[in-house]
DNA sequence: TATTGTTATACTCTATAACTATA
DNA sequence: TATAGTTATAGAGTATAACAATA
C-alpha cells in the first residue's frame, strides 16, 4: 500500500466552516457586549419570547445543554434583571422561567442586532447562494439529526 | 413606520453554520480524546509539521491567538512530549517550539481523524455541492478578510 | 524603550457529580 | 426511588495585564 499524503488543515470543510463560524459568532459576540449579553444569553431571551414560561429542564433539551449550565445562565440573567424566576405552583421541585419587563424589551434589539450581523457576513454571497448554502446545511443538519442549538 | 417582526434563530445563515460548525468540531473534539489531544493542539501539531521550528509568537499569529494562550497550549504540548522548546541561538528571548518524534508520528493519524470526521458530516452533500461549499465559504473569507485558524 | 515569552487573574462555556427538596 | 433544580469542581479556551529577561 502507498504511502498517503497527510492533509493539510484547510483540506477539510470543516476547517472553512469553523474559519466562518466562528467569526460570524465572535462579530455577533462583540455586538451583543454593548446590550451587556452572551450569545448563549440571547439564545436563551429569544426562545422565552414566543412562550409565555419555560422550565430550566425544557429549556435544556431545547438548547443541548445541561441543566448544570442553564441553572448557571439563568443566573446570570437573573442578576441582569432579563428574566424572572418563580416556583411552578402545582409542582414544588419546578421552577418556570419567562421573560421580564426589561428582557422582553431587549429581544427586539437583539434581533436587530443579529440581522446586521448576518448581513454584514452573508451579503457577499447572491440571494441564490444564500439560498443553497441554507439548503446544504439542513441537508447536512437532517441527514446527521442534528437537533442542539449551538452556542459555543 | 411599520412594526418590523422579530427575527427567529433559525432565519440567520449563522445560526445554521453555527449548529453544523459546531457538531462537526464536536465530534472531532470527540476522535482526538482517543489520542489524548484537543483540537486546538491537533492545530498548533499540524503547523508544526511542515516546518522545522516556529517561534511561539509567530505560531499565535498563525492561529489568531495571544502569546499568552499559545504559551499555556505548548504547556501542555509539552507536557504530553509531543513538542520540544528551545531557546534561540541567536536571540536570548526567543524560543522555537518543534515537534517530536513522538509528536511527528502522531500527525498523521490525527490527520487521518480529520478526514474521517470530514467525510461523516460532508459525504451528505454531492461533490459538486460540497465544490459549491467551499466556493462560498472562501468567498466570504476572502470579502472579510478572514484570516485566523479556528479553534474554538 | 521595545520585544519575547511566561505567569497571574478572570470570565465564558461546558460537563460530571454531589446534593437538596419534592414527588 | 425518581425527578427538578442547584451547587461544586474541573478543564478548555480566551483575553488582559503584570512581569522578567533580553535587545
Redesign the pocket.
Known sequence: MASRRISELTDHLGYWLRLVSNHVSTTFARRLEGKGV????WVVLRELYDVEAL????LAEAM?????????????LLAKALID?EA?AG??????LSLSAKGRRLVPELAALADENDKQFFEHLSAKERVEMRRMLEKIVDARQLKDIP??
Not at 38 to 41: G, P, S
Not at 55 to 58: F, K, V
Not at 91 to 96: I, N, S, W
Open positions: 452572551t450569545v448563549a444569553e422550565a430550566p429542564s425544557r443541548g445543554m445541561t441543566r448544570g449550565a442553564i441553572s448557571k445562565l439563568s443566573e446570570r424566576r411552578d409542582d414544588g421541585r419546578a421552577h418556570m452556542v459555543s
